[in-house]
């Protein structure tokens, strides 16, 4: 009868048809997602993560299985001689493992030289954890991800990208064989032939259904610090804030910062400045971050190291690493390196929505100490167990004391988006100069920003003490990290020393991300106020400039 299916015995001539192709590729997605289970921990990423890798990997898979069906079709037209359902499966897997192990290979090299190397120069982006698995795509899609899987760092060689790119195609092959054998078996076979017009929406129910398993899972609980090792626990919150720059009352009205929960917020006058937090190498930082913004998404990302998240107290709408709605938390754990070289400051920060709610003060800082560190009150000298605060007396372990200071170097973006405005209400003027137009107090150091024409207007000398203050006798480590746009600083004291064992005197570039740490020691200078600046003359001009003053040690001080 017209329209009924073709039902072929055991061991008659066969060529696979091409409706073998989706229940093909749907078993090796479903192999894929059961994998990504097993390696996550049963905690698989929610399925925004997972939706557009599922939807790549499948038209990978489709179109390998239709080429794997089309060469064995061309095979088959030079032998007719009758085949068991093993040796259907046999061919039918063999012919799919030959189309993916070039797929899989040509993406690998493809990826790798795609791929911009990682450049550690003084002042780029610190990265103190190696290139391990951090990102939930490595472990799904092992043909569109050719390191899915590794742990340990990407492959350096063409040989060794090659190699990673078969070892994953041979994972994809694991389920391919029984799969074949099922499909080809004579009453999976009428039941194909069957609904023939349904395979693309049984892709549909497929795709559907993972879905909505990796989104039915419940919110993870928060994550904990490996056993047998110091903890040091933060909370910090996402809130709005009126910054004032300067004296002259110069701020930004829809300011926003992070702040220390229970710390309080300061006294009346007092100058605001970012979160800076310490902690020292080896021990296990757990932070619970809140975003108590009204209206605002926020996020708040550690650049250069990595860890692992739970949360949030409203799982709805919600991946790690992006953005919170108001009202929701989430707690970050963060095993800290060890090695000496890790020491050093990290930018906190929130890159999402372009980097707006960061060029509006959402930015901070995370300060690594050696192991085993103490810290005191940079004023009062007492001990300060927290270590919170852009200033601090840092005492290492059988090395010599030293004040630490972080200054944190950001820009507010154009003149026509950086909304920076006078005591009045009123735009702070536009600029122009060498580097092209720019808004006056822009540009600042700690949410301190003093534009050259209001220090012209307000003649000679200081209208305020200078924020930096340090004792002839005693060393400084100033820490300088750059948050706030794309914009590279070049971080300078000026009036120091010029010479080559002066870090402090010679000009540093500093990149978006990264941070440096420049080192003075006691007596290496008289006393005196210097002018730390930013070289780029629009930085400078634009208020990102503070007074250092260096003094003779009183014989009460601490």
């Keep these: 009868m017209k329209g009924a299916p073709v039902v072929l015995a055991e061991g008659e001539p066969w060529k696979p048809r091409w409706e073998l192709v989706v229940p093909l590729a749907c078993g090796v997605l479903g192999w894929e997602l059961a994998v990504l289970g097993l390696l996550s921990g049963g905690d698989p990423p929610p399925a925004r993560v997972v939706a557009a890798l599922l939807v790549k990997d499948a038209a990978l898979l489709l179109g390998?299985?239709?080429?794997?069906?089309?060469?064995?079709?061309?095979?088959?037209?030079?032998?007719?001689r009758p085949l068991t359902s093993a040796h259907k499966a046999g061919l039918l897997s063999t012919a799919f493992l030959l189309v993916l192990l070039p797929v899989a290979v040509g993406r690998g090299l493809v990826q790798r030289q795609l791929a911009t190397p990682e450049v550690l120069d003084f002042g780029a982006a610190r990265s103190a954890t190696p290139p391990a698995l951090q990102d939930d795509s490595r472990f799904l899609c092992s043909v569109a991800n050719a390191d899915a899987g590794a742990e340990d760092a990407p492959a350096?060689?063409?040989?060794?990208?090659?190699?990673?790119?078969?070892?994953?195609?041979?994972l994809l092959q694991v389920p391919v064989f029984p799969l074949a054998w099922l499909l080809v078996h004579r009453r999976v076979r009428t039941a194909l032939t069957s609904a023939r017009g349904s395979a693309f929406t049984s892709l549909i129910w497929l795709g559907t259904l993972c879905l909505w398993r990796a989104s039915a899972r419940?919110?993870?609980e928060a994550p904990a610090c490996p056993p047998g090792i110091p903890v040091r626990a933060y909370a910090v919150s996402a809130v709005a804030a009126d910054l004032v720059l300067n004296a002259e009352g110069d701020h930004v009205p829809q300011g926003v910062r992070y702040?220390?929960?229970g710390a309080g917020a300061g006294s009346p006058g007092e100058p605001l400045h970012p979160l800076v937090l310490r902690a020292n190498l080896g021990e296990c930082l757990r932070l619970r971050f809140t975003n108590r913004l009204a209206r605002e998404s926020a996020a708040l990302h550690f650049e250069g190291l990595g860890g692992t998240v739970g949360g949030p107290a409203r799982p709805r709408a919600f991946v790690p690493g992006a953005s919170l709605s108001p009202g929701q938390a989430l707690t970050y754990v963060l095993a800290l390196p060890r090695e000496p070289e890790a020491q050093g400051a990290y930018l906190l920060h929130d890159p999402e929505e372009g980097g707006d709610r960061e060029a509006r003060g959402l930015f901070g800082a995370l300060v690594l100490e050696p192991a085993g560190?103490?810290?005191r009150d940079a004023t009062t000298g007492a001990p300060h167990a927290s270590g919170e605060g852009w200033e601090a007396l840092i005492e290492p372990p059988g090395a010599p004391a030293f004040r630490e200071w972080v200054l944190i170097a950001h820009a507010m973006g154009p003149p026509e988006v950086a909304d920076v405005r006078s005591a009045r209400g009123e735009p702070l003027p536009e600029l122009d100069?060498?580097?092209g137009p720019f808004r006056a107090g822009a540009f600042g150091l700690n949410y301190h920003s003093h534009p050259q024409f209001e220090r012209d207007e307000a003649g000679p000398g200081p209208r305020t003490p200078p924020p930096l203050r340090s004792y002839r006798d005693e060393s400084v480590t100033l820490r300088v990290v750059h948050a706030g746009n794309a914009e590279p600083h070049i971080p300078h004291v000026h009036g120091w020393r010029e010479a080559a064992?002066?870090?402090?005197?010679?000009?540093?570039?500093?990149?978006?991300g990264g941070s440096l740490s420049l080192t003075a020691p006691g007596q290496r200078h008289p006393a005196g106020d210097y002018?730390?600046?930013?070289h780029v003359p629009n930085h400078t001009t634009g208020g990102e400039r503070l007074t250092w003053r260096v003094i003779e040690r009183p014989a009460s001080a601490p």
Excluded: F, I, S
């Design 531 to 534: 002018l730390v600046h930013c």
């Design 259 to 261: 702040v220390l929960d």
């Design 433 to 435: 100069e060498m580097a």
């Design 156 to 170: 350096d060689t063409w040989a060794d990208t090659a190699w990673t790119a078969l070892r994953d195609a041979l």
């Design 501 to 512: 064992d002066e870090p402090m005197g010679q000009p540093h570039l500093l990149m978006p």
């Design 218 to 220: 419940p919110a993870p």
């Design 64 to 80: 390998g299985g239709v080429l794997a069906v089309a060469g064995v079709r061309a095979y088959r037209r030079r032998e007719t």
């Design 373 to 375: 560190t103490r810290y």
